[in-house]
């Protein structure tokens, strides 16, 4: 029994400093996924050594120190995540606001109606599904009746990605930023006052045994879009499935880039995948925007038959508020996002 306790306790005192070492493969960064859980077997460990151990060797206070010390990491890794984090302000005085439901529809789902459901009872603006094919498209063909502007991507490898809108959308574009056949879709909404919002909706695929052996191209998709988002001046969201949680270092330097602010701190993790499994769930679907707009409303959807649950959210311009400058980069900053583009060439 100790033996087993010791041999836990020494993996997950490791483990949770893996994607620290900046590696790219799937078993280096798979602990940025399982952070909460983590955390909350490490709080066991640690009771167990406590409780079986009360005589401490020079070795048992060697893992006890140690479980501390990775707990105490990965809760200053996650804990501004949590609703423990005090919320800025959290309203401002709106100039016009956007709404859109964002998610994966799981592609071997069929639970169309179910889907159909949480997309009538919000009544977003914009509808965007990812993991969408041809059965999915045809499942949703009502959804045209009142949003009658959209993007069809329908795909058979997981990577499809359909767009609905109640209004026409300026400058509407897909393309396969990194890999062939993993879309992403950017357009300008445009509110009643006039005033455009850049969207890029990315559903980048992510580090794992069963898919991309390394995060190379799922990060170089984010960063890709982060240069892009640091040459524009409008207010900008980025949104969907990227495969990734908000603590990694990628998408910490993706809001760096672009100054961008993710709404769910103060207010929760919003783990959205896995939605059969609540002991194994990890916020894999964001929104992220500018400084010039806030988020009102973010509401996770019920579950609909996918492994993911969807998100919607309310965005609104703030007003009389211009779109700040991007932040400045480090020379390290610069680098690192060079890295991460060559990387997946």
Known sequence: MELVLY???????????????????????TADFVRLQSIAIELVLLGLLIFFSWKFSTFEWVLVGGLIFAIGYQLHKVYKYSSLHPRKKP?????????????NVLQDNKEFDKFLAECNSFDPDLILTMESNKDWEEGLRTLEETHPFSEKIPLENYYGMHLYSKKELLDLT??????????SIFFNYVLDNGQKIFFACLHPAPPSPTENETSEERDAELIITGKHIRNLEKPTVVCGDMNDVVWSRTTRLLKKMTGMIDPRIGRGFFPTYHADYW????????LFHTKDLFVKEMVRTKHFGSDHFGMYYEIHLKKKTVTPPKPKLNGDEKEEIRELIDRAD
């Open 174 to 183: 897909t393309q396969n930023q990194v890999e062939e056949d993993v879309p």
């Open 91 to 103: 309203d401002f005085p709106s100039d016009g606001c956007v709404s859109i439901l964002a998610a």
């Open 279 to 286: 002991f194994m769930r990890f916020p894999l679907d964001h």
């Open 7 to 29: 041999i836990f306790s020494i993996w997950f005192i490791i483990s949770p400093f893996f994607p620290a070492t900046g590696h790219p493969h799937w078993f280096f960064r």
